[in-house]
């Protein structure tokens, strides 16, 4: 089968397609005919040498989120059938044509989503639900806040905090991208800098946030405690804006506030289990009522790869940038 290979770190042009050994399903696992994936930062930092792939995982075949169809099963699969749409994350790998994955990883493609489309859809999503809404317990009624707004995981968010009743307030570098953000459920939007927790302020008067999405990291950590309200929750995703940060730790004290981490590529088999299960009970509903939709800036056959790594990093997209076989 043909995969895009990881030929050296470095820029775009390492990414070259080969040649490689076709996977064979374990008795718990299903081979996917994979159609499309979708592009992350995770990506890009894998193909320079700075993110590795998690033990078990193809260390030079990237590609974090698919969608496609099960090809195979493995002898103990009784969940899923040959022909069945599917959808999902792994550690790595997924820009090859053919992809196993344990069954209970799966997620169905929704009804009314097309299947390059749903590509779009997993890591997005599933980050953006798992942060904001379950370990940051967002609450009907409580304002959220989400830098990089206008990125992957963030219009995933701002979509899934205004169908939770949240009022919806989001940064971002570009203006643009603000007012686009605002079809999708953005109530208040601030133009980032280096004193924007300033403009969140001015915007919400004596109100305060209640949950912050973190999606950059770095100097955004004082910030996020000036305008955070009493037992506040700040849960930081992304490391864009650099791995280290400083805060006043008396205004954590005094706001009895949480400041947690999390990742998924890292997270165990039966983690990542739950997580799919709890994904397909709270949140695949809502692709098939048309309250939420994946929001795709382009998608590229997976020859141009490399020029979509490119776009990718010049941070002009909005939305995920999709590659298909």
């Not at 496609?68 to 493995?74: D, K, N, R, T, Y």
């Not at 939007?189 to 305060?208: F, N, Q, S, Y």
């Amino acid at each position: 089968m043909r995969a895009v290979v990881i030929s050296e770190a470095g820029g775009p042009e390492v990414l070259v397609l080969r040649e490689v050994p076709e996977p064979s399903p374990q008795p718990h696992e299903v081979r996917v005919a994979v159609q499309a994936v979708g592009l992350n930062r995770a990506d890009v930092l894998q193909r320079m040498g700075r993110y590795p792939a998690p033990p078990g995982v193809p260390s030079d075949i990237p590609g974090l989120e698919y969608s496609g169809v099960v090809e195979a099963l493995g002898d103990a699969v009784q969940s899923w059938s040959e022909g069945d749409r599917v959808m999902g994350i792994v550690g790595g790998g997924a820009c090859a044509e053919k992809l196993v994955v344990p069954a209970d990883q799966l997620l169905p493609v929704p009804a009314g989503v097309e299947l390059v489309a749903a590509a779009a859809i997993p890591e997005a999503f599933m980050t953006a639900w798992d942060a904001l809404l379950v370990q940051g317990e967002l609450r009907s009624g409580e304002t959220a806040l989400i830098h990089a707004v206008g990125s992957g995981v963030g219009t995933a968010a701002v979509q899934l905090a205004h169908r939770q009743g949240a009022r919806v307030v989001g940064t971002s570098r570009t203006p643009e991208k603000l007012e686009r953000c605002r079809e999708l459920g953005l109530d208040i939007g601030v133009v980032g800098a280096p004193d924007w927790w300033k403009g969140v302020l001015d915007a919400l008067g004596e109100d305060r946030v209640d949950g912050i999405l973190d999606l950059v990291g770095g100097s955004m950590l004082d910030g996020n405690l000036r305008v955070l309200a009493p037992r506040g929750r700040v849960v930081v995703v992304g490391l864009l804006g650099g791995a280290r940060g400083e805060i006043a730790l008396h205004r954590l004290l005094a706001l009895r506030a949480t400041l947690r981490g999390t990742v998924l590529r890292s997270r165990g088999a039966e983690e990542k289990a739950a997580l799919a299960r709890g994904f397909v009970r709270e949140v695949l509903p809502g692709f098939e009522d048309g309250g939420l939709r994946p929001l795709i800036d382009n998608h590229v056959p997976m020859e141009s790869i490399a020029e979509a790594h490119s776009e990718l990093e010049g941070n002009g997209t909005f939305g995920k940038l999709i590659v298909h076989w």
